[in-house]
């Protein structure tokens, strides 16, 4: 046999792919620039929260029935404003972004006579800004207490450590990039989800497709071995795949200049070096994901159907990095040995500035290896059996 | 030169889960054929005689259960792969790729077969030259008619210049000018002039068979009824009328039992 038949497949299938034009402009839509979009749409977010937050400002509904409250709100650096006319209707519609303290009347004559004023804190729990606010309202009422009974006892000649038998000191171990993971916890996500669309549909085509077309028959009437055709096919299938996910990590680099929060831009140390590990992480992961996508569609007689079966996989491939998110006993051992959850967990690693380590990478590349001999050697075997029935 | 002994093929029906397993279906009971170069030689059966499991077979796509079939002296099931490279075959399913254009698809083949690249450009040119649809070359085929798809099948099917070339249907859904335009390049490629090539092609169409072919294989039931030229069987059918002759000849026992 002259030439090399896998080259020959795997350039026709690369052409092929990359002239499918719309098909690459939607994955290039959803899976690429849409991890970038939501980032930037959370540093929107978190920089209002931390504009509010800067602020200090506190808002209270009848500022002139509580002269002492606002004094001690002065001294602690907050200025006071009045709430505006109708503001439980602006709290529920979100105009309003400030909880408010509602005074009634005859607050400082019952402070003095020690009667318990009671204050309402008026906020919407479904107006998250508003509920970012009113925490801090809380803290200060609080202060406001114990300032108050302080005083009260000391007038009495008690300690103030009395009422405080404990403090509660804090120390809080995070680094920069370990905080900053809470919020880029979400990047390798994304870069798994431009990993699988970029492969579901080259998957599809090189296989379900052949067979839609009638074109699966023709081509195995060549002298090339079946081997050779899929070896081809999954080579070209990778490099979408891996094509699609290059493109991923890489569009979060600039993505980090239209960052909207100081704060989160602080926080997110993603740079050249962090993006070549993502994709060397995910390079694996795309080959054996194309193997088996391949795998699952070589029997299917359409495309239609062929995404029918791989309903599965990609929901497994969506759904697993999420056991890492959710699980609140961190990171276990089992998880290097889940696709998809492994590269998930050591993209994470990769985020929060740790060592990937020898032995994780061993696994995860043994596993990959052997999904992706898998998935070639079953669909080899299904075109050499030749595949008309 | 292509030959077919005793062919025989029955298929399982999936199994399934509950119950017993469906009886085997036989689709091709006893099939023989010989086509020698520089003749076309027609395969005609009605529909659901076993011409396209023939051709699978002979193509290597399915495993015979019985039988020889041999291409030029070499056993498709011991030497599938030197048999296909001598073998040019164009089947019922004959997909094109509709992003790429004509000639890509061609020389897609070419490289396949093993063919170097400027190689493989000359032939895809001399083959546009002789089905002529030298303009189709450089178009994507995504959009082409019946009878330009039927051209590019045919021209990636004989990209090697293989010795044999069997079609498997060639003419369906063709026009009358594609048909006949596809009839003269069958003639002149048995030519001398064309290279004398062995040619089989199925079909249930008796004006194609009657205009074109040389010798004839009647298959029924999944069993070659008759062999000969049309005038032989009109002879032994002893009908003046070749459609009349074939269908004497194909469905012998149903007429027969009716008679």
Redesign the interface.
């Given at each position: 046999?002259?030439?090399w038949?896998a080259w020959?497949?795997f350039v026709?299938e690369w052409?092929?792919a990359l002239?499918?034009r719309r098909t690459l402009a939607v994955v290039l839509l959803s899976s690429v620039l849409m991890g970038p979009l939501v980032l930037i749409a959370l540093s929107g977010l978190v920089a209002s929260f931390e504009s509010r937050a800067e602020r200090r400002e506190v808002v209270l509904d009848g500022i002139e029935h509580a002269p002492t409250l606002v004094n001690y709100l002065q001294r602690q650096g907050f200025a006071v404003k009045p709430a505006p006319e109708g503001f439980e209707q602006k709290l529920r519609r979100s105009e309003l972004g400030d909880p408010v303290l509602v005074v009634p009347k005859d607050f400082e004559s019952a402070l003095r006579r020690a009667e318990v004023p009671v204050l309402v804190l008026v906020s919407d729990s479904a107006n998250k800004r508003s509920e970012a606010g009113s925490g801090r309202l809380q803290r200060l009422v609080a202060g406001f207490n114990r300032e108050r009974s302080t005083l009260a006892l000391a007038l009495r000649g008690v300690s103030g450590e009395v009422l405080e038998p404990v403090r509660l000191g804090e120390k809080d171990l995070a680094n920069p990039q370990t905080r900053g993971t809470q919020i880029t916890g979400m990047l390798p996500f994304f870069v798994l989800m431009a990993v699988l669309y970029g492969a579901l549909n080259a998957a599809l085509d090189t296989t379900a497709g052949?067979r839609e077309?009638?074109?699966?028959?023709?081509?195995?009437?060549?002298?090339?071995?079946p081997l050779s055709l899929v070896l081809g096919k999954w080579a070209a299938v990778s490099a979408v795949a891996l094509l699609i996910a290059v493109l991923s990590c890489f569009s979060f680099i600039p993505a980090q200049w239209l960052l909207r929060s100081d704060t989160l831009a602080a926080l997110f140390q993603f740079g050249w070096r962090e993006a070549l590990w993502f994709v060397a992480i995910i390079a694996p992961f795309a080959a054996a994901l194309s193997a088996l996508l391949m795998a699952v569609a070589i029997r299917c007689r359409s495309v239609k159907e062929a995404q029918a079966s791989s309903a599965v996989l990609i929901l497994a491939v969506s759904l697993l990095p999420l056991v890492g998110l959710l699980n609140p006993g961190g990171e276990e051992r089992w998880h290097l040995w889940v696709p998809a959850l492994a590269q998930n967990t050591l993209m994470t690693r990769v985020l929060k500035g740790e060592a990937l380590g020898l032995e994780p990478v061993a696994i995860t590349l043994a596993v990959c290896a052997v999904l992706a001999l898998l998935g070639v050697g079953f669909v080899a075997r299904v075109l050499r059996r030749?595949?008309?029935? | 030169m292509i030959r077919i002994e005793q062919l025989a093929k029955s298929f399982v029906a999936p199994r399934r889960w509950i119950g017993r397993a469906a009886a085997p279906v036989p689709a091709v009971r006893d099939v023989r054929l010989e086509a020698v170069d520089g003749r076309i030689t027609g395969l005609l059966g009605p529909n659901g005689a076993g011409k396209t499991t023939t051709l699978r077979m002979l193509a290597g796509l399915i495993r015979p259960d019985a039988g020889r079939l041999e291409v030029d002296g070499i056993d498709v099931a011991a030497r599938p792969r030197e048999a296909l490279a001598r073998m040019g075959v164009l089947s019922d399913a004959r997909g094109l790729y509709p992003r790429l254009t004509a000639r890509e698809n061609i020389v897609y083949y070419s490289a396949l077969q093993g063919m170097a690249r400027e190689e493989a450009q000359a032939r895809a040119e001399a083959l546009a030259q002789m089905l002529d649809c030298t303009a189709l070359l450089d178009r994507r085929t995504e959009g082409f008619s019946q009878g330009e798809r039927m051209k590019v099948a045919l021209a990636r099917a004989l990209v090697h210049d293989p010795a044999n070339i069997v079609l498997d249907e060639p003419t369906n859904g063709l026009d009358v000018l594609a048909t006949r335009a596809l009839r003269e390049t069958l003639q002149w490629l048995a030519s001398p002039a064309g290279g004398s090539k062995c040619i089989v092609f199925s079909t249930h169409i008796m004006q194609e068979v009657e205009r074109l072919c040389d010798s004839v294989v009647v298959v029924s039931h999944g069993r070659t009824v008759a062999q000969g030229t049309v005038p032989q069987l009109r002879a032994s059918a002893g009908a003046r009328d070749f459609e009349e002759a074939f269908v004497r000849l194909a469905y012998a026992d149903e007429t027969g039992a009716a008679a």
């Open positions: 046999m002259k030439g038949p020959t497949v026709k052409v092929d002239r499918d052949e077309r009638g074109s699966l028959e023709p081509l195995l009437m060549n002298p090339a071995s030749a595949a008309v029935r | -």
